[in-house]
């Protein structure tokens, strides 16, 4: 079954929109399929393909999604790419989700870094509550991170 993605600003307003396959639904969210189809976009530490495939885990009780990224050329992980962004929105054909400027990284083996964190310190339109819960979000995914909590358990050896 199709879905459309709609990436949101802090504004509500979609940036992003994308078709996905729904994989399943979980109790607290959606797991979806989709695939890179933008041209080749290097981000220093990691490289997005046409072709890479994506399973994206979308939540409507947590502060973040997470993306487990596969190469197109031989399905070896990439990495995941984390949002911390208000909980999901999920519709039968919809899932909306308002990025809150901060990302985290996890390369394969592990390592992270968080990603944006300048721009989110001098965004002026997050309100304090919104500024509060994205900051214990990230705390939050981190200590999954750590935990090796699904989906982080694919590689062995993670570590902060």
Same mark, same amino acid.
Request: glycine share 6%.
């Given at each position: 079954?199709?879905? !459309?993605?709609?990436?949101?600003?802090?504004?509500?307003?979609?940036?992003?929109?994308? %078709?996905? &396959? +729904?994989?399943r639904r979980l109790p607290n969210?959606? @797991? +979806?399929?989709?695939?890179?189809?933008?041209?080749? %976009?290097? /981000?220093? =530490? @990691?490289?997005?393909?046409?072709?890479?495939?994506? *399973? &994206? =885990?979308? =939540? *409507?009780?947590?502060?973040?999604?997470?993306?487990?990224?596969?190469? !197109?050329?031989?399905?070896? /992980?990439?990495?995941?790419?984390?949002?911390?962004?208000?909980?999901?929105?999920?519709?039968?054909?919809?899932?909306?989700? &308002?990025?809150?400027?901060?990302?985290?990284?996890?390369?394969?083996?592990? %390592?992270?870094?968080?990603?944006?964190?300048? &721009?989110?310190?001098?965004?002026? *339109?997050?309100?304090?509550?919104? %500024?509060?819960?994205?900051?214990?979000?990230?705390? @939050?995914?981190?200590?999954?991170?750590?935990?090796?909590?699904?989906?982080?358990?694919?590689?062995?050896? /993670?570590?902060?």
């Open positions: 079954m199709s879905i !459309r993605v709609d990436k949101l600003n802090s504004h509500g307003q979609v940036v992003v929109s994308y %078709r996905a &396959e +729904l994989a969210g959606v @797991v +979806l399929h989709a695939v890179w189809a933008w041209p080749l %976009r290097d /981000l220093g =530490y @990691v490289v997005f393909e046409p072709g890479d495939q994506f *399973t &994206e =885990y979308f =939540y *409507t009780d947590r502060w973040h999604n997470i993306f487990a990224i596969h190469s !197109r050329e031989t399905g070896r /992980l990439k990495g995941w790419y984390c949002n911390i962004a208000r909980p999901a929105s999920i519709s039968e054909t919809v899932v909306a989700a &308002e990025d809150l400027i901060l990302d985290v990284w996890v390369a394969p083996d592990g %390592r992270w870094q968080v990603l944006d964190e300048d &721009e989110f310190a001098a965004d002026q *339109t997050l309100d304090q509550p919104t %500024r509060e819960a994205a900051l214990a979000a990230l705390s @939050v995914l981190l200590a999954q991170i750590a935990a090796r909590e699904p989906p982080f358990e694919e590689e062995v050896g /993670l570590k902060a």
